[in-house]
């Protein structure tokens, strides 16, 4: 069973900057290519970022290219999200998630992605 624990969501000033970490059981952060994704209240879960399994290729959302920054520690047991410069439009939960469909490529499609963590709340103050 694969299982991802997010962690270090918080309450930040815009301007600001927060470190996200998605710990992940046995070998599934360098096993699969890892994502972010965020979702705010009545709207569906939007990708924010992802990180091929070798570690080579990243992606990003448009919205926060620049600002964010995935990685994965030389221990590939967790994948993080660097988040600087942060904007109110930032705040929602983010969650974390290993692709699990067409992992020939790295993927910003929510339906390729599984093995969702519980998520972490980020809010933005303006």
């Known amino acids: 069973q694969v299982q991802l624990v997010e962690s270090g969501g918080g309450l930040v000033q815009a301007g600001g900057s927060l470190r996200l970490s998605c710990a992940g059981s046995?070998?599934?952060?360098?096993?699969?290519?890892m994502g972010w994704f965020r979702q705010v209240p009545g709207k569906e879960r939007e990708f924010v970022a992802a990180?091929?399994?070798?570690?080579?290729?990243?992606d990003y959302a448009d919205s926060v290219k620049g600002r964010f920054t995935i990685s994965r520690d030389n221990a590939k047991t967790t994948v993080y999200l660097q988040m600087n410069s942060l904007k109110p439009e930032d705040t929602a939960v983010y969650y974390c998630?290993?692709?699990?469909?067409?992992?020939?490529?790295?993927?910003?499609?929510?339906?390729?992605?599984?093995?969702w963590g519980q998520g972490t709340q980020v809010t933005v103050s303006s």
């Open positions: 990180l091929r399994s070798s570690g080579g290729t990243t």
């Open positions: 046995g070998r599934t952060v360098s096993a699969y290519n």
């Open positions: 998630a290993a692709q699990i469909r067409n992992t020939w490529r790295l993927s910003a499609v929510e339906y390729e992605y599984g093995y």
